[in-house]
């Protein structure tokens, strides 16, 4: 308890009217339905979309709550729901001095829960990992946009294996760069049901990471002056951060560079990873367990109680009422605080998007962009883009130009092998998918020797994976 709680008794928190928890439960629904604005827009009825509909919801509980947190009972649970975010950070912060902040995990836009690792600060100043960062940076938007299709188009899938292998390049070093199953095993530790399956996917991982953090001369961002469980933190942490911001941010600031208005003297790429995560931000809205009870401001918060922190509506709301700022890592850490591996991430996401400007000029082939009418949501997994050649694009190695003469095809015609290598991809494919499939069998998960089968089944399935992939390419090239 502060000085701040000592002028009056302890209360408990307000409850939202039952009209409120209804028209809440709705907000909350409406996030999982994408095309629900679109008859809204198409007619130029904007207040009817959900943005504006959920920022009259969240007036309204403003207005009947002086502000206060408000306790509400939705479809999804009940949550004490902090309604500015000044409040929220400190209302986080409060449970995080009192030793009563316990698990937190991310909504997804699906209405799923996400675990998050714990906030943990790097242990060295983020300016010394500025020229690791952007080298890494810069090799890996090589191979970006070598991976590009015939019509230039980024995979997304190549963009997400190229992305969390740029991802352990920063946190783990060079020698964790091909070691797909480290991001795998991370991904599949936040999906973990419950407490005891997330224990056990956290061994694993650690497991899994032992080589690199726990090595003489760790690479990365690791050092060996740390305790064992501070490296475990600390890598954890940033390689799910890094990993979210490389994998999200990044694609949606390459879209909105292509909308963005010259601005002399100004980064446009500083410009539009900033703006990628003020509109989209990663951590849209995330849920704290209170495990003790506790008092902020004369409000009593109970064991038990789970916190809303709304983040993308809160700035919303703030933005519309003239009210802007606030710390970007809010965007990809829960923490209350500033946090060092969300500025890491921040780095990461610019210098890619960077390095593939320089090489070339990012086209949104969907959805369709405006600078005046951008969307709420921008789902990465359902952006397609492409990379136009400039002047600085490196030649493509798959037309070898000798002389001025480029040596014919033998042998059989080119779409004879277009359709071998089609076929070859496919069986590869369907293989990667069988060796997936066993390695999610439940009958691994009762000691570490079935750990060791899984995570070696689940390689040979990355490598089927990657396999199939160059054969498609191959194909695509060849039929054209």
């Known amino acids: 308890m502060n000085t701040s709680d000592t002028t009056t008794a302890p209360r408990r928190p307000a409850r939202a009217w039952p009209l409120e928890n209804a028209l809440v439960s709705a907000a ?13 827009r198409a007619i130029g009825l904007k207040p009817l979309t959900r943005q504006h509909l ?26 004490l729901m902090p309604l500015n975010a000044d409040d929220a950070t400190s209302l986080i912060g409060r449970a995080d001095e009192a030793g ?61 294996t190229l992305t969390a292998r740029l991802a352990r390049r920063i946190v783990l070093g060079d020698g964790a760069a091909d070691d797909s199953l480290v991001s795998a095993i991370l991904e599949a530790t936040a999906q973990a049901e419950d407490s005891t399956e997330y224990d056990a ?12 953090v726990h090595a003489e001369a760790p690479g990365g961002l690791v050092t060996s002056d740390l305790a064992d469980d501070a490296r475990d933190a600390v890598v954890e942490h940033a390689l799910e951060t890094v990993s979210r911001a490389l994998t999200d941010t990044a694609p949606q600031a390459l879209a909105l560079v292509t909308v963005q208005p010259l601005m002399p003297a100004t980064d446009r790429t500083e410009r539009a990873v900033s703006e990628a995560l003020r509109r989209y931000p990663p951590l849209a809205a995330t849920v704290h367990t209170v495990c003790a009870p506790f008092v902020w401001h004369s409000l009593a918060v109970e064991a038990g109680t789970e916190i809303l922190c709304a983040t993308a509506w809160l700035r919303d709301l703030d ?5 802007s700022g606030g710390d970007p890592s809010a965007s990809l850490c829960a923490a209350p605080a500033p946090c060092s591996a969300a500025g890491l991430a921040v780095l990461a996401a610019t210098e ?13 082939l969907a959805p369709h962009l405006t600078l005046d009418a951008l969307p709420a949501d921008l789902p990465a997994a359902s952006l397609r883009l492409a ?43 369907e293989h990667a998918r069988k060796l997936v499939a066993c390695a999610r069998q439940s009958g691994w998960n009762h000691d570490a020797f079935g750990e060791r089968c ?27």
């Open 454 to 480: 899984r995570m070696t089944l689940l390689a040979h399935a990355e490598r089927c994976a990657r396999a199939a992939g160059d054969a498609r390419r191959a194909a695509e090239w060849l039929a054209n």
């Open 100 to 160: 009563a902040r316990g698990d937190v995990t991310t909504l997804t836009a699906e209405g799923r829960r996400l675990r998050l690792t714990p906030h943990a600060a790097l242990p060295v100043p983020l300016g010394t990992l500025r020229t690791q960062v952007r080298a890494a940076a810069e090799e890996e938007a090589a191979a970006i946009y070598a991976m590009r299709r015939r019509d230039g188009s980024l995979g997304r899938a190549d963009w997400c």
């Open 201 to 212: 996917r956290t061994a694993a991982l650690r497991r899994r990471l032992a080589p690199y």
């Open 352 to 364: 890619l998007v960077r390095a593939l400007t320089r090489i070339a000029e990012p086209v949104v």
């Open 319 to 323: 933005e519309e009422q003239g009210r």
């Open 387 to 429: 990379m136009e050649d400039t002047d600085h694009a490196p030649r493509d190695a798959a037309e070898p130009v000798i002389d001025g003469y480029v040596p014919p095809i033998v042998g059989q015609s080119p779409a004879h092998y277009a359709a071998l290598a089609a076929a070859d991809a496919r069986s590869l494919e």
């Open 54 to 79: 959920t920022r009259q919801v969240l007036a309204q509980l403003r207005r009947t709550s002086s502000g206060r947190p408000t306790r509400l009972r939705t479809a999804f649970g009940t949550f």
């Open 28 to 40: 909350l629904a409406a996030q999982r339905v994408s095309w629900i604005d679109a008859p809204a």
